[in-house]
């Protein structure tokens, strides 16, 4: 599917709900699986990166019934309760949690030989780090010395828990934490750096299972072959599809927004954060409490932004977000220096980094990156005349949409081919651009 952008959208002032938050979504299907009894969710986000979640489990044996769209009854029956036929293959899509996170439960679940294999983008996307640490627990990857897609996945005989220093990789942490639940002994997992806790949040009612104590490194512990009760869980909206819209709202004359019932998970807020650090009018009201994680209304009003200053400490805060930052960098007159994690930003759906370098240089925007720092000589004013936005052959949702939003902030036209992509994380994301009033043609390719 092609997406072509032509026209710079007009002021808007509007309220909506963004979609719902696909980490939590996918987790709570693995969790429920791994759980004891019947486990339901709502407002499930029904991205194709969920739906390739629950065609995985279903291979694994898991009952799921679709009870109405966005809501579903898990039937649990354990730890170590997956099983699969001879010669089954997995195929994750897109799905970099999935298949991280549904790894870390193959590897400690008994009699489990199975191929995994995933899409173009994610088959590039090197599990080398997860391998290496899965295989402490016992399992075995085959190719020996391969960590890419398509591998074949056996099984620990005897898991033992142990004891891992985690990064900022919130999808390892939680594959580590899955493996654990069905190893004998203890799994330590100590975090210099906080990364995204919804797993912990979602087995927190386990405290049979899982205990966290927060200090200068904050340290989880993981009892293995303890059982795990029932989640009834109800989705809130995705800070990360909700910063494409504040985003939209911060550079657009005279505009407001509401982006309700959105979680503001401090984990997940750093694109907020620095925003509002950096002149944004961004506001949490409504605050509630639910299923352990804080939903707000996040309200977003035009503003007149200062070029960021980000230290590195924010990365793994808004890990998703550099993207759409990038493209507000290159809308404020001054420079920008941006410091990142390159090596991650370079392991995701595509290379972010080179990705969004070739997306502004389209454009007429000057972008220097060494190692981790990253400079962009912003201009208010663009020449959008002979200028055009071309994506091709990029299955990257995130550089997709942040294309979408630097077209309709500046004017330039964009083409932005495999936008089916973006279906991954954010299926109404044209709808709600359209309910915004931006204008858009479609073709299918």
């Known amino acids: 599917m092609q997406v072509i952008f032509q ?17 939590i979504s996918i987790r709570s299907f693995i969790i429920a699986s791994i759980s004891e009894g019947i486990s339901r969710a709502s407002n499930v986000l029904e991205s194709t990166d969920v739906l390739q979640t629950i065609k ?27 099983y699969c036929k001879k010669n089954t293959v997995l195929n994750f899509s897109n799905s970099g949690t999935a298949a991280r996170l549904i790894q870390g439960c193959l590897s400690t679940n008994p009699d489990i030989k199975v191929k995994l294999t995933g899409d173009k983008s994610l088959s590039a996307r090197s599990m080398k780090e997860l391998c290496k640490i899965l295989q ?64 912990e949040k979602m087995l927190k009612p386990n405290t049979n299972a899982i205990k966290m104590k927060k200090g200068k490194e904050n340290l989880i512990e993981i009892k293995g072959k303890e059982s795990l009760k029932p989640i009834n869980i109800s989705i809130p909206g995705d800070p990360s599809t909700a910063s494409f819209y504040a985003a939209l709202c911060l550079k657009s004359i005279n505009s407001k927004i509401i982006l309700r019932r959105v979680h503001i ?77 390159s090596e991650n930003l370079m392991n995701k ?28 000589f912003g201009k208010e004013k663009l020449n959008t005349q002979r200028k055009l936005i071309n994506v091709s052959g990029v299955l990257d949702h995130r550089i997709l949409m942040s294309s979408s939003i630097l077209s309709l902030l500046t004017g330039v036209k964009s083409n932005l081919k495999n936008f089916e992509q973006v279906k991954s994380s954010c299926p109404n994301f044209l709808s709600t651009i359209k309910n915004l009033g931006g204008r858009f043609e479609i073709k299918k390719v």
């Open 136 to 199: 402490e627990f016992g399992a075995q990857y085959f190719p020996k010395n391969k960590f890419n897609f398509p591998l074949t996945l056996v099984s620990s005989e005897l898991p033992v828990g142990i004891k891992y220093s985690a990064g900022i990789s919130s999808q390892i942490k939680s594959a580590v934490i899955l493996a654990g639940l069905n190893s004998f002994g203890k799994t330590n997992i100590i975090e210099k750096i906080k990364s995204r806790d919804h797993t």
């Open 349 to 376: 759906e595509s290379n972010r980094l080179l990705e969004m370098k070739k997306i502004l240089k389209q454009i007429g925007i000057k972008c220097i990156i060494k190692k981790d720092r990253v400079k962009i």
């Open 7 to 23: 026209k710079k959208i007009n002021s808007f002032n509007r309220s909506i709900y963004p979609d719902t938050d696909k980490s």
């Open 56 to 82: 995985v489990l279903k291979k694994l044996g898991v009952k799921i019934r679709k009870i109405k769209k966005g809501q579903y009854e898990i039937y649990g029956k354990g730890l170590g309760s997956f």
């Open 265 to 341: 998970n401090p984990s997940r807020i750093g694109f907020f954060n620095i925003l509002k650090k950096h002149g944004g009018k961004i506001n949490f009201k409504n605050k509630k409490y639910k299923n352990n994680e804080i939903i707000a209304d996040v309200h977003v009003r035009s503003s007149k932004l200062k070029p960021f200053k980000i230290l590195k400490k924010f990365y793994v805060t808004c890990v998703d977000e550099f993207p759409i930052i990038f493209c507000l960098a290159s809308t404020i007159p001054g420079v920008s220096v941006i410091e990142v994690n």
